[in-house]
C-alpha cells in the first residue's frame, strides 16, 4: 500500500512546497488520505522561522512518532525550514524519525524512500540529508493542490538577499533565486484551467523579484503577463517590501484590472533607530510618504502590514512612536508579532533584550488598538456594494432568514489571515463565482454581507 498523509506547518510558502511534495508522490503512484492513521508515510513540512514555529513544529512530530510507535503508521518523514536548521541534531534526539529532508532535499523523495523501502536506514548521518537549499520549483513540477480549488499560491522566487538582523530565513533557504516569467505564466495558465480564479503570488521578497535574472526581469513585467490569462479574475502581491514600489508598479495597482488594489506590504517598525538596527534599509519619512502616495494614487487599497514589538532596544519612547503610527495611518490589516530571539541572527546578541512580559503586553496593546481601527474603517463600508468571492457553504445563520448562507471573501480580504464575509441569498450561488453584494454588517475582521436587491 502506498498511502501518504501530509501535514503542512507555517506559511503559504512552504505551503506551496507541500503541494509539490504530494504532486512528486502522486506522480510515483502513491494515495493521499487526509488522516495520519490511514497512512503508510507521514510527511510533515515543517516550519523554522520563529522558536514558536520550531515548537509547534517539534510538538507535531512528536505526535507523529506516538502514531508510529502505536504502529498506526510505518513511516515519518520530516522536512522544510525545521529540518533544514536543525537536521542533524534532531536525527541523533529522535531515531524514531525515518527522514529529515532539508529545504534543497524535500524535490528528491521519491527515491528517499524508494531507499527506505529497500534497507533501513539506522545512522544518524544518514537519516539527515540536508544540503545547500537550492531547490526552485517551476511549472513542470508536479503539484497537487492543497487549498480550494478556486484560490492558489504561487512563489515566484525562493531565498533572500536582505540581510535582516532578526531573520533566519537566508540560511534556511538561501540567496534569492528569481524564476523566468515564461515559466510562471504557464503555471498560472495550468491552475486557471483547473478552475482556479485567484493567484496570490508570494515570494521571501516579492518586489525584488527578477533581480537576480539575466537578462533582468521585474515583478512589474510579470504582472502585466499574468493580467492577460483568460480565466484568472483576482490578483494579489504579498510580501512586498516598500523598496520596490515605482512609478510602474502603483499604475499597474491603480489600472482597474485583475490585479487587485491590496497590498502586503511588511514593515516591521517605524523608529528610526531600530529600523537600522534590523537593518531594513529604509527611514521612516520614506514609509510615510509612499504609503500617502499609495493612498494618493490607488483607487480603493486595501493596505496590509506586519509590525514586530520588543526588538532589542525598543525604548518606551520607540514603541509610542510606533503606536503613534499605527494609529495614525490606520492600517485595513495589520499582523503584529513580539520579537523572537532566533539562534544565528545578529540580533540575538544585541543588548539590551526586552523581557517577555513587556512584549507581551506590547503587542497587547497595538492589537487592541488595530481592533478598534478595523471595526470603524469597516463601519464606514455598511450599505456599500463590493464583490465576494463564494468559497463554501455555510451553515444557516440564525440572525438571518436566508436560504441560502456561504463563506466567501472580499478583495480586501486574503485567503486565511483577513477574516471571512458571511453571503446571504435567497438562490444557490456557485463556489468560486465572484458576485456583487451589500456590506449588511460588521466586526473587527468579519462581514455579513447579502446579494439581494444588489445589481
Not at 135 to 164: I, W
Amino acid at each position: 500500500m502506498r498511502n501518504v498523509h501530509l501535514i503542512s506547518l507555517g506559511c503559504p510558502k512552504n505551503l506551496v512546497d507541500s503541494e509539490n511534495i504530494l504532486g512528486l508522490l502522486q506522480q510515483e503512484g502513491w494515495n493521499y488520505r487526509p488522516q495520519a492513521e490511514d497512512s503508510n508515510v507521514v510527511v510533515i513540512n515543517t516550519c523554522g522561522f520563529l522558536q514558536s514555529a520550531v515548537e509547534e513544529s517539534l510538538d507535531t512530530v512528536a505526535e507523529m512518532v506516538e502514531l508510529k510507535k502505536a504502529g498506526k503508521v510505518q513511516r515519518v518523514i520530516v522536512t522544510g525550514c525545521l529540518s533544514q536548521r536543525y537536521g542533524g541534531q534532531l536525527a541523533k534526539d529522535m531515531p524514531e524519525v525515518d527522514l529529515f529532508l532539508g529545504t534543497g532535499n524535500f524535490s528528491k523523495i521519491t527515491s528517499y524512500l524508494h531507499q527506505l523501502n529497500e534497507s533501513p536506514i539506522d545512522a544518524f548521518s544518514d537519516r539527515a540529508r540536508i544540503s545547500d537549499p537550492d531547490f526552485l520549483y517551476d511549472h513542470t513540477t508536479p503539484r497537487m493542490q492543497a487549498t480550494l480549488r478556486h484560490t492558489a499560491y504561487v512563489k515566484v522566487s525562493e531565498g533572500c538577499n536582505r540581510t535582516c538582523s532578526f531573520c533566519i530565513i537566508p540560511k534556511l533557504r538561501g540567496r534569492m533565486r528569481s524564476r523566468r516569467i515564461d515559466s510562471l505564466v504557464q503555471e498560472v495558465e495550468q491552475l486557471v484551467a483547473t478552475g482556479v480564479v485567484e493567484i496570490n503570488l508570494v515570494a521571501q521578497d516579492l518586489t525584488a523579484y527578477g533581480c537576480d535574472l539575466r537578462p533582468r526581469q521585474c515583478l512589474e513585467d510579470l504582472l502585466q503577463q499574468l493580467v492577460h490569462i483568460d480565466g484568472l479574475q483576482w490578483l494579489r502581491l504579498h510580501y512586498a517590501y516598500p523598496h520596490g514600489f515605482n512609478d510602474r508598479l502603483i499604475r499597474l495597482l491603480d489600472s482597474d484590472s485583475k490585479l487587485l488594489p491590496y497590498i502586503d506590504m511588511p514593515l516591521q517598525h517605524i523608529d528610526d533607530t531600530l529600523l537600522k538596527l534590523m537593518r531594513r534599509n529604509t527611514r521612516s519619512h520614506a514609509i510615510r510618504r509612499l504609503i500617502k502616495r499609495l493612498r494618493d494614487e490607488v483607487r480603493g487599497l486595501t493596505l496590509r502590514t506586519t509590525l514586530i514589538v520588543g526588538f532589542p532596544g525598543e525604548s518606551g519612547a520607540a514603541f509610542a512612536r510606533l503606536s503613534d503610527f499605527v494609529e495614525s495611518e490606520r492600517f485595513d490589516r495589520l499582523g503584529v508579532f513580539a520579537y523572537s530571539r532566533e539562534p544565528d541572527t545578529s540580533a540575538a546578541t544585541m543588548a539590551p533584550q526586552i523581557s517577555e512580559r513587556v512584549k507581551t503586553r506590547r503587542r497587547q496593546k497595538l492589537m487592541q488598538l488595530q481592533q478598534r481601527i478595523s471595526l470603524e474603517n469597516h463601519r464606514a463600508l455598511l450599505g456599500s456594494k463590493q464583490s465576494a468571492l463564494i468559497e463554501q457553504q455555510a451553515p444557516a445563520n440564525q440572525e438571518t432568514t436566508s436560504e441560502f448562507v456561504y463563506c466567501g471573501r472580499l478583495t480586501s480580504q486574503a485567503p486565511e489571515i483577513d477574516g471571512k464575509t458571511v453571503v446571504c441569498s435567497d438562490s444557490p450561488l456557485e463556489l468560486g463565482s465572484i458576485v456583487p453584494v451589500r456590506i449588511d454588517g460588521v466586526g473587527p475582521y468579519d462581514f455579513l454581507a447579502t446579494t439581494t436587491g444588489v445589481g
